[in-house]
């Protein structure tokens, strides 16, 4: 009964590579996202997704692609990976018709590219 | 460029004793978010506080905003050996953009028995 959850947990892959990953959540929130977290655990937003509409674009490579199936799905598709792709790339989701701001986050996917 | 910077970077305190962290930003906010980290995990959020609201307490936890000075304190009080962890600020930006959360640098939290 995890509330958001993303999979896989960790991916590791060559450079050039086409990888996706998945985010799901079951709290009936409206709106979703995706942040880059770096070594130096630096936290950046990448894209949010309200009602399956893109409202948030961040200056992210056009490899990097979010597809919101429905309110509950974001998943991120990363092609001709990188090795500066290579971070924790974390969902979360919030609520924001009601006003609240908070945001609920996933435990992350670990992608290294060698 | 980075909107939140904290102070300290780390902090080690005994167990029992409060521990305070401080976040400073740049722009004009619709809100302020603290959010802690354990190792290896996702973010949890602690506490919201709006940029009209000046202190807002949570359990152990308290936060206080100060808009003309763009900053902000968390205080974690009688600290606990779970505590230890990364704690970020996260503001919220203006108009619609209360959502788009700009995170801080963070401060590595160690609280020894």
């Known amino acids: 009964d995890t509330a958001v959850s993303q999979t896989p947990k960790y991916l590791v892959t060559q450079m050039g590579n086409d990888k996706s990953i998945k985010c799901e959540q079951n709290?009936?929130?409206?709106?979703m996202y995706w942040y880059k977290q770096d070594s130096k655990k630096f936290l950046k937003i990448m894209f949010s997704?309200?009602?399956?509409?893109?409202?948030i674009n961040e200056t992210v490579p056009n490899r990097f692609s979010p597809k919101s199936p429905d309110k509950a799905h974001l998943n991120l598709h990363i092609n001709s990976l990188e090795l500066g792709d290579s971070a924790v790339y974390f969902c979360?989701?919030?609520?924001?018709?009601?006003?609240?701001?908070?945001?609920?986050f996933g435990p992350g996917t670990r992608l290294t590219v060698t | 460029s980075q909107q939140g910077e904290e102070d300290p970077q780390a902090l080690s305190i005994q167990e029992g004793e409060n521990a305070t962290m401080n976040c400073s930003y740049k722009?004009?906010?619709?809100?302020l978010q603290w959010y802690r980290q354990n190792s290896g995990r996702g973010l949890v959020h602690l506490i919201l506080?709006?940029?009209?609201?000046r202190e807002k307490h949570s359990g152990r936890l308290r936060v206080t905003l100060d808009t003309s000075k763009k900053s902000s304190s968390l205080l974690i009080t009688a600290s606990r050996a779970a505590d230890t962890a990364s704690y970020f600020c996260?503001?919220?930006?203006?108009?619609?953009?209360?959502?788009?959360?700009?995170f801080g640098t963070g401060t590595q939290l160690k609280v020894e028995l």
């Open positions: 979360a989701s919030s609520q924001e018709a009601s006003g609240k701001h908070e945001q609920y």
């Open positions: 996260a503001t919220g930006g203006l108009g619609g953009g209360g959502n788009k959360l700009t």
């Open positions: 997704y309200n009602n399956k509409e893109l409202i």
């Open positions: 506080i709006r940029s009209n609201e």
């Open positions: 709290l009936g929130h409206d709106t």
């Open positions: 722009t004009s906010i619709n809100n």
